[in-house]
Structures are given as structure tokens and as C-alpha cells.
């Protein structure tokens, strides 16, 4: 097979160390046989989303069929081919193949390879187990990361967005760069590939399969003879564990890649003649065992291809010859009595088929033609039952042929009337139809109808005229609903004007007018509601504003508790959680209200207390608190007073309200 040797010695390192590791369900390193001269098989239990070969050049060398969905058959149109992986995924499982020409296939196990079962994926992911080791760990991440989704035109399932392409670029890269750090540069070098692939002209993977190139020179021959030690020890073990289960297809096939690495090996070439010697004495027990089970079903033909088939491979077998004499003996014996037994049989065919020809011809209703043959059949056999039997049926039904053909006469007339009669109600149907007088219509349908149920075309205008009888009804109420929603409106009963254009869309929905109208009501009653909300604040703040000017007197008054009472009082009865819902100035006002009760904080009404006081403790107390109340405002009089002065003459002038003159300002005394 013409491929190159060292390509196939890497690959099978990598066939290795797939064998020694299998995730879950998945298979890694099966090989296929595949031929030029039959399809391969492939089925699984899950549909198979995407299968790719590589190398990727390799793909074109192939025969591929997909079936269900769950099947994969393939085949080559070369002879030969440079070895090659498939990869599938099917369901959560990712499998690794490795094809493998072969000239002439096993039908029993070499056509068929059924995973449609999970006990017959595990069967054959538990052959390939091996225990893991760190070096397997690492290795699988890599083989894990080259079996990726591609794009593919020959496939019409998942085709991945530019952001998965990216994510795989991505990891494809880090996992390459793993590689590269622990020298394991045959992997490295496929992943960097697997990145251009992924994304064309990537200029850290071109760079790093370069520099993988110059160490891979440096060191070449040793690796190379090192990678061909290795192939030739995994085709050895695996020949070996072939052998001891007599499985000598395969293990001749890996005693022979054992010799392509090491040609001169005796041991390879001792087990290849022990295999072939095995093969020979099993071809011929099994060419005897098939002879003397046709034997003795007396399959003669059979029996003699076989013992023939045993003597190719143990020409001086006596046991075969002393049989193929004996069947020849048997076939001489049988010769005459097959004369005789052809005779009889020649005449009993005759009339069989005599016998067989008029029973087709009664069946098929040619009565005349099955009298005549059944007549015959008669002469050959004469007083047979049944041919009397089918005479005699044969005469009964020309007679009952003859009476039918009467009334088929009578009835053809009395359709002839029913057609005309029918034509005449379709047109007059038709007329009424294009007049637009669809009840008219109706009524000559529905005749016509009653004397063909069976025609389509009465059936038919009916529904036609219950359709444009429903369409003229609903243009009706529609120009009614418009008309009294339009009416309504202009009365700016709104309510009312939504429902009535709501109902003209009921019966319209595409209808674009009372759309329109639906929205300039909702706009009308925007407008209402916000002159409605702003006629509220209004009359809040204006029954309100008493407290306000109270309050303020009392301040200017130096009664600061019954202002706190009274600045408290005008915000209760306003909403100032929404205070821009107000007007400016309003806002205004509220806004110094609560300055003004924050500033009488200290002023604000206590709570009495159940606790008894003695009138002495009391007026202690007081006399204490006065001190120090005297103190602080007298510290902050000063500023307090410039401050509000020019705050409240700027306020109530910008405000337009009159400005309170009913306070007495004393610079030095108390003012808040």
C-alpha cells in the first residue's frame, strides 16, 4: 500500500494513545476497513450531526451516504490511500476512526458496524479501554480539541456562528500552547493547524508551526526511529492480543504493519505463517462442516461446491473424495427417478395451469374466455368438481350481465334528464351570482345540489355567497360602529366613542380610520385628565395658603410653636410627595414651608408626659433650658436676621404675593 511509512508510524502513536483512553460512550481509535468494491456501514443510536475526515485532502478519495440520519455507509474509489481518520459526532458522543484499505471484506464483520445500542457502544468502547496515565490525560485534551464541528457543504445540520468559531479558535490556541510548553510538538502542530483552519492567516499559530518545523529538523531522525520503535510494539501487542483470540484477520493484517516497520523481524513473520497454517485448517473445517450439513439436507449442489472448495486447500483429503462419490452415486440414482416424477409432474402442470389460467381469467370477470379454458381443463380430468362447479357460475352470472345491461340502459336515460336538468341551474345560478343577487343565486344552487350532491360546484358557490353575504354584513356594522363612534365624539361623549370604534375594528382590524380616531380620543381624554389633575392642585393649594400666611404672622410674631403647628397644617394638606405637580410658585412656597419647619424643629410641640413633676423640679428645669436657649439665639442673631431679611423681600417679590409687613424687626432681638 503506497503511503508514507513514517506518517503512518505517527499516526499510530496517536492510535495508541487514543486506545489507552476512552471518555464515556465515545470510541477513539477503531479501525474501519474500507474497499473499493463494497460499502461500509456505519450505524449509531443518535442522529450524527457532523463527521469530517483528515487529513482534510483525503475527504475527496471517499464514497459517503448518509441514511436516517443515524447511518453512515462509506466506500473509496482508490485502491489505495494515505491513512486517515473520521471523526463523528452523534448525540453527546465523539468518535475517532481510523480507515484502513482492504481489498476484500468480511460480510460477517467487516460490512457492519452497529453502535445503535448503548450494550453495543459500551462492548466496543470496553476493547478499546486501557488504564489511564497522566500522559493520556494530556494527550486526550489535545485529540479532544482537534475533533471540532467544520463547516461543511455536504452537510445540511448545525453550521456554527462566527462567535462559537471564535470560542473554538480560542481554546484550540491555549490547548496548542499547553502542547508546545511540555514539548509535545506532533500535537502542538496539529492544533496551531486545527487554529488556521478555524481562522485563515492567524499570525501566532503560523509562527509557532514554523518554529515547530525548526526544532522538529534539529531532531528528526531520532523521533522518527523512535515513533517507528513505538508503531512496531503496538502492531505487535495488538497482533498478539488478536491472536490469543483467534481473531487472525486482524492480527495478520498487524504482523504485516510490524514487518513494514521491522522487515527482517523473525517473529512477525513466524506468527504470519502460524496464521496462515490456522487460517487454512479452520477454511477447511468450515468448507467440511458446510458440506455435510447440505448433505444431509440432501442439497447436493451445495454439498459438492464445498468438498470441492476443502480440496483446494487439502488437495489428498480422502474423506472429501470419498464423499463427492457418494453424492455422485445419489445423483445418478436420482436422475431416473426425477424422469419418472417430471412426467407426472409435466402433466399435473398442464392442467394446473389450465386450471390456474381459467381461475385468473374468472377473477378478472372474462367469463366467456374462463368457459372456454375450464372446457379444456375438463377434457385432461373429466367429472372435476370444481371445473363443473365454475361452468355452471359462469352461466348464472351472463344471465344476471344481461339483466344489468338493460337497467344501465334505463338509468343512462334517466342521468341524461338529471344533467340537463343540473346545467340548467348551475347558469341560472351563475346569472343571479354575477347580478349580485345573491339569494336568487342561492336557490339554483341549492337545486342543483339536490339533484348532483357529489359536484363541487354548488357546494362551492354557496360558500361563495355566505362569504360575500358576511362581507356585505360586516361593511355594514362597520360603517354603523364608525358612524355613531364619529357622532359620539363630536358630542365629546369619549366613553361612548371608544366603545363604537373599538367594535368598527372588531369587525375591520386592518382598518386604519378608527385606529386614528381611537387615538385622537385618548389624546382628548389626556387633556382632560391632566386640566383636571392641575385644577386639583390648584384648589389644594388654594385652600391651603391661609395656613401658610398664618403661619408665617406667627413666625414674624415670634409664636414659633403655634407656626410650627401652622406651617404643619398647610403641607398636610397638600401632596408633596408629587410637589411638581404644582405650579412654580406654589412650589415655592411649599419648599420654604418645609425650610421654616426645620429651622422650628426646636420649637415643635412635645408630647406631655404621664410622668408627675413637682412644680419645683419644673420650674428648675424650664429656668435651665431658657438659659441655654438664650445663649444660642442670642449667638446666632445676627446672621439669622440679615439672612431672612433679604431672603423673604426677594421671595415674595419675584412671587407677586404681598409682602407681610406686620412683623417688628429689632436688630439684637430674637428672630428666626
Not at 428645669?621 to 439669622?640: I, L, S, Y
Request: hydrophobic share 35%; net charge neutral.
Amino acid at each position: 500500500m503506497p503511503f508514507n511509512r513514517k506518517l503512518l508510524s505517527l499516526l499510530f502513536v496517536s492510535l495508541f494513545l487514543c486506545l489507552l483512553e476512552s471518555e464515556g460512550q465515545s470510541l477513539r481509535g477503531k479501525v474501519i476497513y474500507v474497499s473499493s468494491s463494497q460499502e461500509v456501514l456505519l450505524k449509531f443510536r443518535s442522529a450524527i450531526a457532523k463527521y469530517d475526515f483528515t487529513p482534510k485532502e483525503s475527504a475527496a478519495l471517499f464514497g459517503r451516504r448518509l441514511t436516517n440520519k443515524k447511518s453512515l455507509s462509506i466506500s473509496t474509489s482508490s485502491g489505495s490511500f494515505p491513512l486517515t481518520s473520521l471523526s463523528i459526532i452523534e448525540g453527546n458522543n465523539t468518535h475517532l476512526f481510523f480507515l484502513h484499505y482492504k481489498e476484500k471484506l468480511d460480510p460477517e464483520t467487516e460490512t457492519l458496524y452497529d453502535f445503535s445500542s448503548k450494550d453495543k457502544l459500551r462492548n466496543e468502547t470496553e476493547k478499546l479501554d486501557a488504564p489511564p496515565t497522566d500522559a493520556v490525560s494530556a494527550t486526550k485534551e489535545a485529540v479532544d480539541s482537534i475533533i471540532v464541528v467544520r463547516d461543511s457543504s455536504t452537510q445540511e445540520e448545525h453550521q456554527p456562528s462566527a462567535k462559537e468559531i471564535e470560542d473554538r479558535h480560542s481554546e484550540t490556541v491555549i490547548n496548542a500552547n499547553k502542547a508546545f510548553s511540555s514539548k509535545k510538538y506532533d500535537e502542538a502542530k496539529s492544533l496551531y493547524a486545527l487554529a488556521i483552519e478555524l481562522k485563515p492567516n492567524d499570525p501566532w499559530s503560523t509562527s509557532q508551526l514554523q518554529n515547530i518545523d525548526n526544532i522538529q529538523n534539529a531532531t528528526k531522525v531520532g523521533e522518527v526511529q523512535k515513533a517507528s520503535d513505538m508503531s512496531y510494539r503496538n502492531h505487535i501487542k495488538a497482533a498478539d492480543n488478536a491472536f490469543d483470540i483467534k481473531s487472525f484477520a486482524t492480527a495478520k493484517f498487524e504482523y504485516g504493519e510490524a514487518l513494514a516497520e521491522k522487515p527482517a523481524d523473525p517473529y512477525a513473520k513466524s506468527q504470519l505463517s502460524k496464521i496462515d497454517q490456522l487460517m487454512k485448517d479452520e477454511a477447511y473445517k468450515s468448507y467440511m462442516s458446510i458440506a455435510s450439513d447440505a448433505l444431509a439436507n440432501q442439497q447436493l449442489e451445495n454439498a459438492t461446491n464445498a468438498f470441492n472448495e476443502a480440496l483446494k486447500i487439502k488437495p489428498n483429503d480422502s474423506d472429501a473424495k470419498k464423499a463427492l462419490i457418494k453424492i455422485a452415486v445419489a445423483r445418478q440414482a436420482s436422475f431416473v427417478n426425477e424422469k419418472q416424477v417430471k412426467t407426472r409432474e409435466d402433466k399435473e402442470k398442464q392442467y394446473n395451469d389450465a386450471i390456474a389460467l381459467a381461475d385468473n381469467m374468472f377473477e378478472a370477470g372474462l367469463y366467456a374466455e374462463a368457459k372456454t379454458k375450464y372446457l379444456k381443463a375438463g377434457k385432461m380430468r373429466p367429472g372435476e368438481e370444481h371445473v363443473q362447479s365454475r361452468i355452471s357460475a359462469i352461466d348464472s352470472i351472463m344471465l344476471e350481465r344481461k339483466a344489468e345491461a338493460n337497467k344501465a340502459t334505463e338509468q343512462k336515460a334517466q342521468e341524461q334528464v338529471r344533467n340537463k336538468q343540473y346545467d340548467l341551474a348551475i347558469k341560472q345560478g351563475n346569472a343571479a351570482f354575477k347580478k349580485n343577487e345573491y339569494e336568487v343565486a342561492r336557490e339554483f344552487y341549492l337545486q342543483a345540489q339536490q339533484l348532483k350532491p357529489a359536484e363541487e360546484i354548488p357546494t362551492s358557490q354557496l360558500q361563495n355567497i355566505d362569504t360575500k353575504l358576511a362581507e356585505n354584513r360586516i361593511n355594514e356594522l362597520y360603517e354603523t360602529f364608525t358612524h355613531y363612534g364619529d357622532s359620539t365624539y363630536i358630542r365629546k361623549d369619549f366613553s361612548s366613542a371608544l366603545r363604537w370604534y373599538d367594535s368598527a375594528l372588531l369587525m375591520k382590524p386592518d382598518a386604519t380610520y378608527p385606529k386614528k380616531q381611537i387615538i385622537a380620543v385618548n389624546q382628548d381624554l389626556l387633556v382632560i385628565a391632566e386640566n383636571a389633575r392641575k385644577q386639583k392642585r390648584a384648589e389644594e393649594f388654594d385652600k391651603a395658603y391661609p395656613d401658610f400666611v398664618k403661619a408665617n404672622a406667627l413666625k414674624l410674631d415670634r409664636k414659633f410653636e403655634e407656626a410650627y403647628i401652622a406651617f404643619s397644617e398647610f403641607l398636610n394638606k397638600l401632596d408633596t410627595l408629587n410637589i411638581n405637580e404644582y405650579l412654580l410658585i406654589q412650589q415655592s412656597y411649599i419648599n420654604q414651608a418645609k425650610d421654616y419647619l426645620g429651622r422650628l424643629e426646636r420649637y415643635k410641640p412635645k408630647p406631655k408626659s404621664d410622668t408627675l413633676v413637682s412644680p419645683v423640679e419644673d420650674d428648675t428645669k424650664k429656668k435651665e433650658d431658657d438659659t441655654k436657649k438664650k445663649k444660642k439665639r442670642k449667638k446666632d442673631t445676627a446672621a439669622h436676621f440679615r439672612l431672612h431679611e433679604k431672603s423673604e423681600k426677594t421671595f415674595f417679590a419675584n412671587a407677586g404675593y404681598p409682602i407681610l409687613n406686620n412683623c417688628q424687626r429689632l436688630r439684637g432681638t430674637e428672630v428666626v
